[in-house]
Nanobody, 127 residues
Framework: QVQLVESGGGLVQAGGSLRLSCAAS????????MGWFRQAPGQEREFVAT???????SYEDSVKGRFTISRDNAKNTVYLQMNSLKPEDTAVYYC?????????????????????WGQGTQVTVSS
């Protein structure tokens, strides 16, 4: 059974940094694209960043230059380094894994492409 477990969230002041981790188990991690999404209270879940099985990455416009997604296939873990955090980054952050092996070399921003989701980790940025 595939499991994704996020960690690393917390409370940080504006301008600070956090690194989120998502540990995956139950499948050959390196074959699948991974994504980070977030959901703020009263808002729909939105795309944040993705990394393909081939290592290609893409980001939502508001986080470009501030967030970096990476993966360590040996540790079955994907990371989201978040710098220069803003209050509007406050949300529950979720990681997700693609439906198909070797399907997305550059990842995807479409939530429908992802089959398994973690439970989420809260990120709160104070002003």
């Amino acid at each position: 059974q595939v499991q994704l477990v996020e960690s690393g969230g917390g409370l940080v002041q504006a301008g600070g940094s956090l690194r989120l981790s998502c540990a995956a188990s139950g499948r050959s991690f390196s074959r699948y694209a991974m994504g980070w999404f977030r959901q703020a209270p009263g808002q729909e879940r939105e795309f944040v960043a993705t990394i393909g099985w081939g290592g290609g990455t893409s980001y939502e416009d508001s986080v470009k230059g501030r967030f970096t997604i990476s993966r360590d296939n040996a540790k079955n873990t994907v990371y989201l380094q978040m710098n220069s955090l803003k209050p509007e980054d406050t949300a529950v952050y979720y990681c997700a894994t693609d439906r198909s092996p070797y399907g997305l070399p550059y990842g995807s921003s479409e939530s429908s492409r992802y089959e398994y989701w973690g439970q989420g980790t809260q990120v709160t940025v104070s002003s």
